[in-house]
């Protein structure tokens, strides 16, 4: 199981920072990997990290602005900074089983997914 959380409403050049926490199984073998999905848009990978935590990417939109990390409470953690209107959509973690050392976009590899949370970015 997977819950999200930290998402809401903020305003251009805001800050939040989303949680992926995990119950069940260990991230420590797995890859997490946040997507987002705004209305009537694809579902688009934002950031992902690898299990042993090593290995991290982030889509061209987003570099430099949002950061991926991990704890050991087998949870991962979204800073995502200077947020702009196009950042708003619902944000989803998912963890691909047994992908220790890379991560990838590809949404259908990811076995377990959350709920999702919102995120509103006003300008």
């Known amino acids: 199981l997977l819950v999200e959380s930290g998402g809401g409403e903020v305003q251009r050049g805001g800050s939040l920072r989303l949680s992926c926490k995990a119950s069940g199984f260990n991230l420590d073998y797995y890859a997490v990997g946040w997507f987002r999905q705004a209305p009537g848009k694809e579902r688009e990978g934002v950031s992902c990290?690898?299990?042993?935590?090593?290995?991290t990417n982030y889509t061209g939109s987003v570099k430099g602005r949002f950061s991926i990390s991990g704890d050991s409470r087998n949870t991962v953690y979204l800073q995502m900074n200077d947020l702009k209107p196009e950042d708003t959509a619902r944000y989803y973690c998912a963890a691909e089983r047994d992908r220790i050392r890379s991560c990838i976009w590809n949404h259908y590899e990811y076995d377990v997914w959350g709920q999702g949370t919102q995120v509103t970015v006003s300008s």
């Open positions: 990290i690898s299990g042993n935590g090593y290995y």
